[in-house]
């Protein structure tokens, strides 16, 4: 019953909506790639990703000092239909705006 909870509180919330859209449509980000993109200060989308990670729709992979998040996978049915309930909301994406390319993140 707790891990239904947090899954669904988790999606309770616009940002963190737009967040798995964007990361499905995308595919792995850097954080500095989604501040660029989705044009939010650091600390507030480390708490929505971590939310996400902790409910069980993100993952995380440390290269050195930087974090890339993408769409866990694979992921439990209930989950994964959520994933593709957010794609039909009419949600408008903004451009992935990379700034780690090659060498990692530049900010």
Not at 74 to 83: K, V
């Amino acid at each position: 019953m707790e891990t239904f909870l947090k899954t669904v509180a988790a999606l309770n919330d616009e940002t963190r909506v737009l967040l798995v859209r964007f990361l499905d449509e995308n595919g792995e980000c850097c954080v500095c790639d989604l501040q660029n993109s989705l044009d939010m200060i650091q600390s507030r989308l480390s708490r929505h990703l971590k939310i996400l990670k902790d409910a069980g729709f993100l993952r995380v992979e440390r290269k050195g000092t930087w974090a890339y998040y993408s769409i866990r996978t694979p992921l439990d049915r209930f989950r994964s239909e959520a994933i593709e309930e957010i794609k039909h909301l009419d949600i408008t994406l903004p451009k992935l705006n990379r700034s780690s390319q090659d060498e990692g993140c530049k900010i």
